[in-house]
């Protein structure tokens, strides 16, 4: 069964959205990446550079001294720094109007590894459910990367003292249901049913990040939910039509 998307200008229809403010969002986040991808490439070249010089010096170093010990950390912190470029390569490299069919848990993986890559909290544990069979989706794997992206980071900052957020995908029927859960505070009752609307925000920021999510989700012809309990966290699902022979 083949789900039809709704009217949007990701797919390149006239309709208009109400939520203009969110669109202008989603052109930033596109235009984000393009900066993304050129700040990695500037960071890569002095480094490359940096690696081969430490290579060098530590060659010329008896193993085991102070100098060769010290030269090993500035190597293993920059391995990281190269790991981290990569990873946002990698996430930035998905174009947001490139419309196809894709495998829902390569874009989880890969939003996962930039959280963890770019985590400078280790009191914050990110868990991965999985299920195994595939999963996959028509639409745009960059902006359904940014929906991912955008509620895990969401999920990241619930939890300041540090916790658990979870990213589980299954299939449910003929939906493809991704949902990120966190063991935060949760949400006050008060925003809650204005939190998909722009500038509503429970955080430092615009407050479009959930609005545009809310639409990219809709015009995918899925869904953007979420519930919250006081002390106890908050849940955010994601549903998105199985593509072609899925479902």
């Known amino acids: 069964m083949q789900h039809a998307a709704a009217a949007s200008p990701f797919f390149g229809a006239d309709s208009a959205t109400p939520e203009r403010d969110a669109l202008l969002e989603a052109g930033r986040l596109s235009a984000f990446g393009e900066l993304v991808r ?8 002095p480094l490359f550079g940096m690696l081969g010089l430490v290579d060098l010096l530590l060659a010329a170093l008896e193993p085991g001294s102070p100098e060769h010990d010290r030269l090993l950390l500035v190597r293993q912190s920059g391995l990281e720094i190269k790991e981290i470029t990569h990873a946002l390569l990698r996430f930035a490299r998905a174009e947001p109007n490139d419309i196809g069919t894709f495998s829902l848990h390569r874009i989880a993986e890969e939003a996962v590894e930039l959280v963890r890559c770019t985590n400078a909290d280790k009191n914050f544990e990110l868990r991965e459910d999985y299920c195994r069979g595939p999963l996959h989706v028509h639409g745009s794997p960059g902006r359904l990367g940014q929906i991912l992206l ?21 299939r449910e029927g003929d939906w493809a249901v991704t949902s ?9 009752p008060s925003i809650r049913k204005h939190l998909f609307e722009p500038f509503t925000t429970t955080k430092d920021g615009t407050g479009l990040g959930l609005a545009a999510s809310f639409e990219i989700a809709r015009a995918h012809g899925g869904d953007l939910s979420f519930v919250s309990s006081l002390g106890t966290g908050s849940t955010f699902v994601l549903k998105l039509p199985l593509a072609g022979d899925e479902s």
């Open 38 to 45: 050129g700040l990695a490439h500037e960071i890569n070249n």
């Open 150 to 170: 955008s509620l895990l980071v969401n999920a990241q900052q619930a939890l300041p003292a540090g916790g658990t957020a979870t990213i589980r995908l299954e």
């Open 180 to 188: 990120i859960t966190d063991t935060g505070d949760g949400i006050d």
